[in-house]
C-alpha cells in the first residue's frame, strides 16, 4: 500500500509512511486473510489505470471492509504527516521567513522596524489571543481513533528500534479494531468532554512552554514579561451554544461548567504537587519573605485538613508548606464547585484571581531570595498556566439566536399594555426606540419568575445561569454573549434587556457582568455594521454599559453563512469591509473593539492558514486581540499532538504580535487602496452574481441533494446539534454551512470554495496589472488566491460527474457543465493572476501530498457512489448504510475535512 510515496519530496516522511502502511497491510492479512489485502491491491491497480468501472459490484460486507482499508491508510498517512510538520526540516514546521521560531521572526521584523523595547513592552500589555473551542460538528474519527493516532504519532518521535515497531503494529492493530462510526450521535455534555481533554493536554505542557519560549525571546529583547501577563486564553462554546440546539439547556450549561472546574482544577492540583516537590528551599539555607509565613499563619488555622505531618516535616520548608495550604484550599474548591455550595473565605478559592494573588506572593518571594533562575523555572510555569487557563480551563461564552430574544422581551413588554401595537409588529427602529428607553430606566418588566412561555423561559433562565455561574466561578467563567442573526442594535438590545431582569446589568449601580457580541453572519448585515454599531455606541445607556466593560466591544463576524449566501469572494471582502468600518466607528467613539473570527475548518467556512488569516486583516483591527472558533477536525489537526499545539499557539501569538505593533497603519499608498479597492468591488460584485446565478437555479436543491451524500451526515453522529435550524423549512437556505460544504466536498465539487471567483476575476481582466500587482504585494488577496488555489487542485470535476451521471435525474445534470464553466475559468484567470503554470506551484509539497491521495481517494468514491446507488432504491440491508458511512468517512480522512 506504499509505492506511491516514492514520489513524496520528503525522504524521511515516505520512509515513515511506508512503514506504518506496510504494518497496515501486514494487519489486514493477518486479522482478515490475505484476501482483503489483494483487493485493496487490485482495487488501487485498477484506480491507476483508470479502470475502476471494470470492478464487478461487491457484497456490502466486503465493501466494508475494503472502505475501512482505505480510511485506515489516510489516518495513518495523516499522522504522519502531522508529526513530520513538527519535526521535520529545521526552520521549515515553525514557519516562512527562514530559521528560527514563529515568535522568534515576528520579534526580530519588529526589532528591524526599530520599535523600542519600551514601546513593545507597552503593546504586549493589550495582547491576547484566544481561541476558542466549538462543537460544530465535522470532526468525523472517533476520539476513540483519535487515541489510537496520537500513540502512533508518539511511536514515530522515538528512534527505530525493534521495540518502536512491535508497539506499531499493536497500535495499528487496535486501530483496525476499533470501530470508527459512532453507534450514538454525542450529548452536548460529550462534547464537553471532549474539548476538555484537549484543553488539559494544553494547560499541561503546550500553554506553559510556549510562554517560556516567548517570554525567553523578549528577554533577548530587553523585554520584561510579566509572569501573569495573559497573552494566552482560552475559550469554548461546548455546553454553550444554545443557537438551533435543544440540548442545550441551562441544566447542561451548568453541567458543563462543573465539568470544566473540575477537571481544570485537578490539573491544577496535579501542577502545585510539581512544584511543592521541586521547591524544597529550606529557611536554614536560604531566607524566604515574612509576607509568607503571615500567609501560612492567616490560612492554617482554617484549614484543618493539611496534616500535621505536613505542618511538622515542612516547619523549616515554608513554600513546602504554603504549597501543601494552597493545595488543600483547590481540593475544598473542587468539592464546592461539585456540591453547589458558597464560597467560604479562607478555605475555597473564590476564583482564579485569588488563586493568582497566592501564586504571585509565592513568586515575588523566590524571585527576591532565591533568584531569577528559581523563580522563572516551574514556579512561573504554573503562574502562567493559571493566567491562562483559570480554573475552567476555559472561558465560555454563550450564544443565542436574535429571535428567541425579541420573543421573550415582546411577551414582557406586550404584557405592560403600554404599546400601541404588538411589539412583534413594530419595525425595527421603533423596537430600537422602545428598548433603548427600557434601558434608560431601572424598573424591572415583570416580577421574577418573568411570566414567559416555555420557549421564552428557557430564554431568560440562560440569563440566571449565567450569573449562578459567575457567582460560583468568578468573572472568567462566562465574559461574551453572543447574539447570533443579530441584524440591527435592537437585537443586540432585547438580549441586554433580559440580562437586566436577572440581575447581570445595572447601570445605575454599576454592573455589568457580561459582554454583548452581535454576530454578523449575512452579506447584509456586514455591510450595514458601521449602522449596527453606530446606533449601539450612539445610545447614553449602552455606551454606559462598555464604560463598565473597560470601553471593549466585541463583533463576531459569521464566514460560513455568508459565503452560502454569497459566494466566497464577496464573503472575505464583506468581511474585509466589514472589520475597516466598525474599526473606524469604535475609533470615532473611543471604544476598543476585539473582532471574532468565526472560521470553519474548510476555506468554504473561512478556512485556511491561521499565520496568513491574521496577517491579511485590515490595518488596525488586531490591536492586540484575537479570538478565532476552532471548529470539528481543525482542533484534532491542530491540537491532538503536543508539538503541534505548541506550533500553533505560536503562530497564532505571533502574527498577532507583528500585526499589531507593525500594521496600524494602511501598508498600501492612498492611490493603491483607492485602485485596489475599486478593482475588488468589481471581482466581488460579479462573482456574487454569478454564484447567486447558481444557487437561485430552481433545479439546484435536486442537484445537491442528489450529486452529493448530504443527506447522510446526521446518520454520521458527529455532533449534537441539528443540521438545519428548528422550524426550517426544506430548502438549501435554511440548510446549515456545515452539511453545505460537506456535501459539495464529499462530491469533489467543493463550489463554496472557488465558485464565481474565475467570473469576477474575468471582470477585471483590463486590470490584469492590478490584480497580479495586487497578488504580489497585498496580504488579503494573496491569501484569498492561495485559498481558492487550494481548493481548486482538491476539486476533481471527472469524479464529480460519476456521481451525477450515477445519482442525479437527467433533467438537472447540466448543471455540472455550469460548475465546469466556471471552474474552468477559474483555474484559468488565477493562473493568470499568479503568474504560475499550475496551481500551488509555489507549495510542490502540497500538490505532491494531494496528488498522491488522489489515488487512494478514487476507489473510495467509486465505493460511495455505487453504495448511494443502492441505498437510494431503498436496498434494506442493515450494513448499507454503515458501508456509505464508512466511506464518508474515508474521503474526510483522504481530503482532510469533512466540511
Not at 443565542?400 to 430574544?405: N, V
Not at 447581570?504 to 449575512?522: S, W
Not at 507583528?658 to 460584485?685: F, G, I, N
Not at 446565478?693 to 435536486?702: F, G, N, R, Y
Request: proline share 5%; hydrophobic share 40%.
Amino acid at each position: 500500500m506504499n509505492d506511491q510515496i516514492e514520489r513524496s519530496p520528503d525522504s524521511a516522511l515516505r520512509q515513515d509512511i511506508r512503514q506504518v502502511t506496510s504494518i497496515l497491510g501486514e494487519t489486514l492479512a493477518r486479522v482478515e486473510g490475505e484476501g482483503l489485502l489483494e483487493l485493496v491491491e487490485t482495487v488501487r491497480a485498477h484506480a491507476k489505470s483508470d479502470r475502476l468501472e471494470d470492478l464487478p459490484d461487491l457484497e456490502v460486507a466486503t465493501t466494508t471492509r475494503l472502505a475501512r482499508a482505505f480510511t485506515a491508510y489516510f489516518h495513518l498517512a495523516n499522522v504522519t504527516e502531522q508529526v513530520h510538520r513538527t519535526v521535520g526540516v529545521p526552520g521549515e514546521a515553525a514557519g516562512p521567513g527562514g530559521p528560527g521560531g514563529w515568535v522568534a521572526r515576528a520579534l526580530q521584523r519588529i526589532s528591524d522596524a526599530g520599535v523600542d523595547p519600551e514601546t513593545l513592552a507597552a503593546e504586549l500589555r493589550h495582547v491576547t489571543v484566544r481561541p476558542v473551542f466549538t462543537a460544530h460538528p465535522t470532526e468525523v474519527a472517533r476520539r476513540s481513533t483519535l487515541e489510537k493516532l496520537r500513540q502512533v504519532a508518539a511511536l514515530l518521535t522515538e528512534p527505530e528500534s525493534a521495540r518502536r515497531t512491535r508497539r506499531l503494529t499493536e497500535s495499528i492493530e487496535l486501530l483496525w479494531q476499533t470501530d470508527e462510526i459512532r453507534v450514538e450521535p454525542p450529548e452536548p455534555v460529550d462534547e464537553a468532554r471532549n474539548g476538555v481533554y484537549y484543553l488539559e493536554g494544553l494547560a499541561s505542557a503546550a500553554v506553559p512552554d510556549v510562554l517560556e519560549a516567548l517570554r525567553d525571546e523578549l528577554t533577548s529583547l530587553g523585554v520584561d514579561l510579566p509572569a501573569d501577563a495573559r497573552l494566552l486564553r482560552f475559550g469554548t462554546w461546548m455546553g454553550g451554544d444554545r443557537d438551533g440546539n435543544p440540548n442545550v439547556t441551562p441544566e447542561i450549561t451548568r453541567e458543563v461548567l462543573t465539568l470544566q472546574a473540575v477537571h481544570g482544577l485537578r490539573l491544577l492540583q496535579a501542577k502545585v504537587d510539581e512544584v511543592r516537590r521541586t521547591l524544597s528551599v529550606s529557611e536554614r539555607v536560604s531566607d524566604v519573605s515574612p509576607e509568607i509565613r503571615a500567609r501560612i499563619e492567616e490560612l492554617l488555622p482554617g484549614l484543618p485538613e493539611v496534616e500535621p505531618r505536613y505542618r511538622r516535616l515542612n516547619a523549616e520548608e515554608p513554600y513546602r508548606l504554603f504549597l501543601t495550604c494552597m493545595h488543600v484550599r483547590l481540593q475544598l474548591t473542587e468539592r464546592r464547585v461539585r456540591a453547589g455550595e458558597r464560597h467560604r473565605t479562607g478555605r475555597d478559592y473564590r476564583d482564579d484571581t485569588e488563586l493568582l494573588d497566592d501564586l504571585l506572593l509565592l513568586h515575588r518571594s523566590v524571585l527576591e531570595h532565591q533568584g531569577a533562575v528559581v523563580a522563572g523555572g516551574e514556579l512561573e510555569r504554573l503562574v502562567r498556566t493559571v493566567a491562562a487557563t483559570g480554573l475552567t480551563l476555559a472561558t465560555l461564552d454563550v450564544r443565542e439566536h436574535a429571535d428567541k430574544h425579541q420573543h421573550a422581551v415582546g411577551q414582557l413588554l406586550d404584557r405592560l399594555g403600554e404599546l400601541d401595537e404588538p411589539y412583534a409588529d413594530l419595525d425595527p427602529k421603533a423596537r430600537l426606540d422602545v428598548l433603548s428607553r427600557e434601558l434608560a430606566g431601572r424598573r424591572p418588566l415583570a416580577p421574577q419568575p418573568l411570566p414567559l412561555d416555555d420557549d421564552g423561559a428557557r430564554t431568560a433562565e440562560t440569563f440566571v445561569t449565567i450569573g449562578r455561574a459567575l457567582d460560583a466561578l468568578g468573572p472568567r467563567t462566562i465574559e461574551s454573549y453572543i447574539i447570533s442573526m443579530t441584524r440591527g442594535a435592537d437585537d443586540v438590545f432585547a438580549a441586554v434587556v433580559l440580562a437586566r431582569e436577572a440581575g447581570l446589568v445595572d447601570l445605575a449601580a454599576g454592573v455589568a457582568r457580561v459582554g454583548f457580541v452581535p454576530l454578523l453572519e449575512t452579506v447584509d448585515e456586514l455591510e450595514r455594521a458601521e449602522q449596527i454599531l453606530e446606533d449601539l455606541f450612539g445610545d447614553p445607556s449602552y455606551r454606559r454599559l462598555l464604560a463598565l466593560r473597560g470601553d471593549a466591544q466585541e463583533v463576531m463576524l459569521g464566514y460560513s453563512d455568508s459565503n452560502k449566501a454569497g459566494g466566497i469572494a464577496t464573503s472575505q471582502w464583506q468581511i474585509q469591509q466589514a472589520q475597516r468600518r466598525a474599526r473606524d466607528v469604535a475609533r470615532r467613539h473611543g471604544v476598543r473593539l476585539t473582532f471574532f473570527h468565526g472560521r470553519g475548518g474548510s476555506v468554504g467556512r473561512g478556512g485556511g492558514p491561521t499565520y496568513d488569516a491574521i496577517m491579511a486583516l485590515p490595518f488596525g483591527t488586531v490591536d492586540g486581540e484575537v479570538k478565532i472558533t476552532e471548529q470539528g477536525e481543525v482542533i484534532s489537526d491542530k491540537y491532538a499532538l503536543p508539538a503541534l499545539a505548541r506550533n500553533n499557539l505560536e503562530l497564532m501569538l505571533a502574527a498577532t504580535i507583528e500585526a499589531s505593533v507593525l500594521h496600524k497603519t494602511d501598508r498600501r499608498t492612498p492611490e493603491q487602496a483607492e485602485r485596489w479597492d475599486d478593482t475588488m468591488d468589481l471581482v466581488s460584485a460579479r462573482a456574487h452574481a454569478a454564484y447567486r446565478a447558481l444557487v437561485e437555479q430552481p433545479a439546484l436543491p435536486d442537484y445537491f441533494l442528489a450529486s452529493t451524500p448530504v443527506d447522510l451526515l446526521g446518520a454520521l453522529h458527529i455532533g449534537s446539534r441539528p443540521a438545519r435550524r428548528p422550524d426550517a423549512g426544506g430548502g438549501l437556505d435554511n440548510l446549515r454551512a456545515i452539511p453545505w460544504v460537506f456535501g459539495w466536498t464529499q462530491s469533489r465539487q467543493i463550489v463554496p470554495g472557488w465558485y464565481g471567483v474565475g467570473s469576477g476575476l474575468a471582470a477585471a481582466g483590463d486590470r490584469l496589472e492590478v490584480l497580479q500587482e495586487m497578488y504580489r504585494t497585498w496580504p488579503f488577496f494573496r491569501t484569498f488566491l492561495d485559498n481558492v488555489s487550494m481548493t481548486l487542485v482538491k476539486t476533481d470535476l471527472d469524479i464529480a460527474a460519476r456521481y451525477v451521471d450515477a445519482l442525479a435525474p437527467a433533467e438537472v445534470r447540466p448543471l455540472l457543465d455550469d460548475i465546469r464553466a466556471e471552474f474552468d475559468l477559474t483555474v484559468a484567470q488565477v493562473l493568470a493572476v499568479t503568474g504560475d503554470e499550475a496551481l500551488l506551484d509555489r507549495d510542490p509539497v502540497l500538490r505532491t501530498t494531494l496528488e498522491i491521495r488522489d489515488n487512494y481517494l478514487e476507489p473510495l468514491h467509486h465505493l460511495q457512489i455505487q453504495l448511494l446507488a443502492r441505498y437510494r432504491r431503498g436496498e434494506d440491508d442493515p450494513e448499507l448504510e454503515r458501508a456509505l458511512l464508512l466511506t464518508i468517512n474515508g474521503i474526510a480522512a483522504g481530503m482532510r475535512n469533512t466540511g
